[in-house]
């Protein structure tokens, strides 16, 4: 099992949405077994799919000690579409990081012990995350193989990247050597010669990749999320939803390089 994890510091940058269809694509386009993991305490991605209740998810596996295989299953749920299960969230996810961050113990690595015992059933682990640097962020990033960083063409998005890359660096030398920082890709974009000129920027300055494709603005995505639907299904049509097809076959471009890399 391969996890991805989205992260931005801030909010508004599509880390939801984009963590929701891409795990969506790779279970409807590409055949995966996927399991999407709600690391945020507003539970949006679990809205996504209808299944945001008073479930045991992400909170009780963080929470729990010494869990084991049939535990963690007792917080997978279904999400109707083929080959996508979930982990849901919800406002339990803020007494949670409360309660690990005031614990004297190392807490950073239950996020990535619990998905262990599932690494078997699955072939893609994506997971939202939450606008914070906090002990749930910190779990996230120990328990993740990739990042993928989505981002405004705005001053403010980019204001907070450089302490994200570094967030991600101080795990990956600390705690998870493994962790890849996969690159940032834009949302929220429109072929604007002073957007165009923020992607030069970012690509010049080095602070991490960028990938090629990019989200273009479409009030398709927030009437998907009204309707609780997937873009592909929403709007297969819509620029979006081609666009989230085309970003998932760029990062799995990326992972299949490194098997043949290292084949």
């Not at 999407?36 to 949006?44: A, I, S, Y």
């Not at 969230?89 to 239950?110: H, I, P, Q």
């Not at 030069?200 to 009204?226: H, K, M, W």
Request: charged residues 25%; hydrophobic residues 40%.
């Amino acid at each position: 099992m391969r996890t991805l994890a989205f992260i931005n510091l801030k909010g508004g940058t599509g880390k939801t949405v984009s963590a929701a269809n891409v795990a969506h694509i790779l279970a409807a386009f590409h055949r995966k077994k996927v399991l999407l993991v709600d690391g945020d305490k507003q539970g949006n991605a679990s809205r996504y799919f209808q299944v945001y209740g008073e479930h045991d998810g992400t909170a009780a596996l963080l929470l729990a000690d010494g869990l084991d295989t049939e535990s963690v299953e007792r917080t997978i749920y279904r999400t109707g579409y083929n080959g996508l299960d979930i982990i849901t969230s919800n406002m339990d996810l803020y007494t949670t990081d409360r309660e690990l961050y005031g614990d004297s113990a190392d807490t950073s690595g239950k996020l990535a012990a619990a998905l262990e015992r599932v690494r078997n059933d699955y072939d893609f682990c994506i997971i939202d995350n939450g606008p914070a640097v906090d002990m749930v962020t910190l779990n996230v990033l120990a328990a993740a193989d990739d990042v993928l960083i989505p981002i405004r063409p705005d001053e403010f998005s980019f204001s907070g990247l450089l302490d994200l890359v570094e967030q991600v660096q101080a795990v990956r030398e600390g705690v998870n050597p493994g962790l890849t920082l996969r690159g940032a890709f834009f949302t929220h974009w429109q072929n604007r010669p002073a957007f165009v000129e923020a992607r030069q920027s970012l690509e010049d300055s080095g602070i991490c990749p960028v990938f090629q494709t990019a989200i273009n603005y479409n009030p398709r995505v927030p009437e998907s999320t009204l309707e609780e639907t997937p873009l592909c299904v929403f709007a297969p049509r819509s620029w979006a939803a081609i666009q989230y097809k085309k970003l998932t076959a760029e990062y799995l471009s990326l992972t299949d390089s490194d098997k043949r890399k290292e084949g």
